[in-house]
């Protein structure tokens, strides 16, 4: 016989046992638990038609359209469970722990699969997830003017043993108008949430956690406003590098990057620009001056960031100036600084 299991249990035997989502594939694409696998019980079609028969008909007449569909599927379910199956152990959930994952539950007992499966489904991992991003009270957040080498000094003091969580490695994005380029596509919001609580859930909530300054949105990706709004009343350590340096950073991030694509970047934020801005940031970039492209737009972002971080608590920002971009060297001194100060 299967076993209910709750989200906590759920997520520490998924570090060792294969998650299956019985969903339909629409579902499924929108937001899954990570690394899950799907075996859906009905596609995307056969879905509506036992809801539109639910609605009009009832409980019993669905199950019945339910069975009939499901009947020539079974021994394809039951091979597909076999081969994903870790010991002879699978876990299992639908959306809300019903009929859905009740009965391929069954059907992988009945083929000797031992099957956990999750409480209150796939909304009770959303809604426990969730309520855990705001259970850490050590939060530190990494600061600094675009260009700094935040996302990659984060990166190192990561390596340092530090707990930290990227959120732009989360959202296949860098956060700004040319956040995109090199980047894979992004994930769906549902998705972006659901890897930043899989991997929130690895963490210890009673040692600090390192996070960039980030906007609500990164991309198309909003971070959830339970994390948002601690990430707001939280200390940020602000990382401060010469503008020199950081036009350098800039050019070399961004030298590789075909002309055209730089030129949508610089129209996105044409009006806050200005229009002479863009036309000279345009001409810059036609005859190859980078830097003086990169100069350009350190007005708009350097004005948009001094913005946002004057509306936090004056008392919460700690200036560390940094005498060169060395991400290695400056996580070291932002690590010791933090440690001193804010832990």
Not at 8 to 30: A, C, G, W
Not at 82 to 91: E, I
Not at 181 to 200: A, D, K, R, S, V
Request: net charge negative; proline share 3%.
């Amino acid at each position: 016989m299967s076993e209910k299991i709750g989200v906590f249990d759920f997520y520490q035997l998924s570090k060792n046992i294969p998650v299956i989502d019985v969903r339909s594939p629409k579902e499924f694409e929108t937001g899954h638990i990570p690394g899950a696998h799907n075996i859906p019980i009905f596609s995307n079609e056969e879905r509506a038609i036992v809801g539109t028969k639910y609605k009009q008909e009832g409980r019993e007449p669905a199950i019945l359209v339910g069975l009939e569909i499901v009947g020539s599927k079974l021994r394809n379910f039951a091979d597909t469970a076999r081969k994903l199956s870790k010991d002879n152990q699978l876990l299992v959930h639908c959306w809300r722990g019903g009929m859905r994952s009740s009965s391929m539950a069954w059907l992988f007992e009945m083929t000797g699969i031992k099957t956990y499966v999750l409480e209150g489904g796939y909304k009770a991992f959303r809604n426990y997830g969730k309520s855990q991003l705001t259970s850490s009270k050590k939060i530190i957040i990494l600061g600094g003017l675009t260009g700094s080498g935040k996302t990659e000094t984060l990166l190192k003091i990561k390596e340092r043993g530090e707990q930290v969580v990227d959120l732009e490695g989360l959202a296949h994005h860098k956060g700004s108008a040319f956040g995109a380029l090199g980047q894979e596509p992004q994930p769906t919001n549902e998705q972006f949430e659901n890897n930043l609580i899989y991997e929130w859930l690895s963490l210890d909530i009673t040692k600090p956690i390192w996070l960039e300054d980030e906007s609500h949105s990164i991309g198309s990706n909003w971070i959830p406003n339970e994390l948002f709004s601690i990430m707001r009343e939280s200390p940020v350590v602000k990382m401060e590098l010469n503008k020199e340096d950081r036009i350098k950073r800039l050019v070399n991030e961004y030298a590789g990057f075909d002309a055209k694509f730089l030129e949508t970047c610089i129209l996105k934020i044409g009006k806050k620009l200005g229009g002479q801005n863009v036309k000279a940031a345009l001409e810059s970039l036609e005859n190859g001056d980078l830097s003086h492209v990169a100069d350009i737009t350190l007005a708009y972002y350097d004005k948009s960031y001094s913005f946002g971080i004057n509306s936090r608590s004056e008392n919460s920002i700690y200036p560390v100036y940094l005498d060169s971009d060395d991400p290695e060297k400056n996580a070291e001194i932002l690590i010791e600084f933090a440690q001193k100060t804010i832990c």
